[in-house]
């Protein structure tokens, strides 16, 4: 399977522990974001790579989360602290796309889904 | 402030029937828009993008449209079949956005009956 790939499918967590969710990008895409969505609501962008490199974060994104693509290939989101209002399914996506070209479909992973008790 | 509005939270139809959903947006220039279909706990995949000068996609029973002055998208389904049950997003991007920063609909919740 060539699909995105996330690691774990879902996590438990009790409030104030710190978690880390795993992106397996398809493996020739250059561009890797992250969503958070909550039931009934569409995905809302949280961050996303050029490369290796961190371009846009969203005011989503408070200072307790941190994600990083350190060779341009997969990419892990940290939540610290974790709090009740973290819990949601959390999506990776890539695509491919030259540095400033239009923006191309983007490939979803099947989402990590975050308990925090 | 910039809203991108799927009209129905649901729609039901019957097996055979066009299926007809609505993406609404406002205070956007659109770059373009894409559809995406979600089956309950997966992500999204990619079904059509319609770009802000073009009228008119199809791909296979899919057709979407696109009126910058309606502000409106339009997606059909033609000879609906229960396996089209799912949830559809509209995804807008925009002038002025990120590279990366697509804005999604809340969803349609299609299910198509026999």
């Known amino acids: 399977d060539t699909g995105v790939s996330q690691d774990p499918r879902h996590k438990i967590t009790k409030r104030g522990q710190n978690v880390t969710f795993r992106c397996d990008p398809i493996?020739?895409?250059?561009?890797l974001y992250w969503y958070r969505q909550t039931l009934g609501q569409g995905p809302e962008f949280l961050t996303y790579?050029?490369?290796?490199?961190?371009?846009?974060k969203s005011r989503l994104l408070s200072d307790r989360f941190s994600a990083e693509r350190p060779k341009g290939s997969f990419s892990t989101l940290e939540i610290q602290r974790t709090e009740q209002g973290d819990s949601a399914m959390y999506l990776c996506?890539?695509?491919?796309?030259?540095?400033?070209?239009?923006?191309?479909?983007?490939?979803f992973g099947p989402g990590t889904r975050l308990t925090v008790l | 402030s910039q809203k991108i509005e799927q009209n129905s939270e649901a729609l039901n139809i019957q097996e055979g029937k066009t299926a007809t959903l609505t993406c609404n947006y406002t205070?956007?220039?659109?770059?373009?828009l894409q559809w995406y279909r979600q089956d309950p706990g997966r992500g999204p995949v990619f079904l059509l993008l319609?770009?802000?000068?073009?009228k008119e996609k199809r791909k296979e029973r899919l057709k979407v449209t696109f009126d910058t002055t309606l502000k409106q998208s339009l997606f059909h389904i033609t000879a609906s079949q229960p396996a089209d049950s799912a949830t559809y997003l509209c995804?807008?991007?925009?002038?002025?956005?990120?590279?990366?920063?697509?804005?999604f609909g809340k969803g349609t919740k299609l299910s198509v009956k026999p």
């Open positions: 205070n956007y220039s659109p770059a373009y």
């Open positions: 790579f050029q490369n290796e490199a961190q371009l846009e």
């Open positions: 996506a890539s695509s491919l796309a030259p540095a400033g070209a239009p923006r191309s479909e983007q490939f």
């Open positions: 995804a807008l991007a925009y002038y002025g956005g990120s590279q990366g920063n697509l804005i």
């Open positions: 493996s020739e895409h250059n561009r």
């Open positions: 319609i770009r802000e000068n073009e």
